[in-house]
């Protein structure tokens, strides 16, 4: 699958929510066991509303990728190098979205001018942040009420 990553735009809100909310849900089971309990607090802030929020935020930089005109993938960063999402359709999994919208948060991050990013990575994710060069900072903590999640960390080459 070649998707294109491209700056996400308001009007992709939308679609962006619907691959936030079926990618925690069916692609983090490890993370929240299908437990209603652990699962509602991680999907609650994920609203076209926030979603669009965060697009339009001028202290983010969100992506989206792209196959045709459905987005299978969204990804956001703080200006100040905190990636805060980086999510992929269950259709388009292991086919290298993740990685290509990853890819273009550290990019930004570099034309920023930073010398690392950062991260909280879930249990279903940390391998995929480790074999992309990231690195644990010591410790794990807990979001979204229950969701535990190890503090990573990345070295740019600038």
């Known amino acids: 699958m070649s998707a294109v990553i491209r700056p996400a735009v308001e009007a992709d809100a939308s679609a962006a929510t619907e691959v936030l909310r079926r990618s925690i849900s069916v692609l983090c ?5 299908n437990d209603p309990v652990r699962l509602e607090p991680w ?3 994920k609203t076209v509303s ?19 005109d459905a987005v299978c ?10 990636i805060t999402l980086c999510y992929v359709d269950p259709a388009a ?4 979205v993740s990685a290509a919208m990853l ?15 950062r991260l909280r990575a879930t249990v279903t994710a940390r391998r995929f942040y480790a074999e992309r060069g990231y690195v644990a900072m010591g410790g794990t903590g807990q979001a979204f009420e229950s ?7 990345k070295r740019l080459a600038l």
């Open 50 to 68: 926030n979603v669009a929020a965060w697009i339009g935020s001028p202290m983010h930089y969100c992506v989206v990728a792209s196959t045709g």
């Open 93 to 96: 999994r292991f086919c290298g």
């Open 147 to 153: 969701i535990s999640c190890e503090s990573m960390t």
């Open 43 to 45: 999907l609650r802030n």
């Open 103 to 117: 890819g273009a948060l550290e990019r930004k991050a570099r034309d920023l001018g930073l010398a690392e990013v």
């Open 73 to 82: 993938g969204f990804g956001a960063m703080t200006l100040e190098g905190e």
């Open 29 to 33: 089971v490890a993370d929240h066991d």
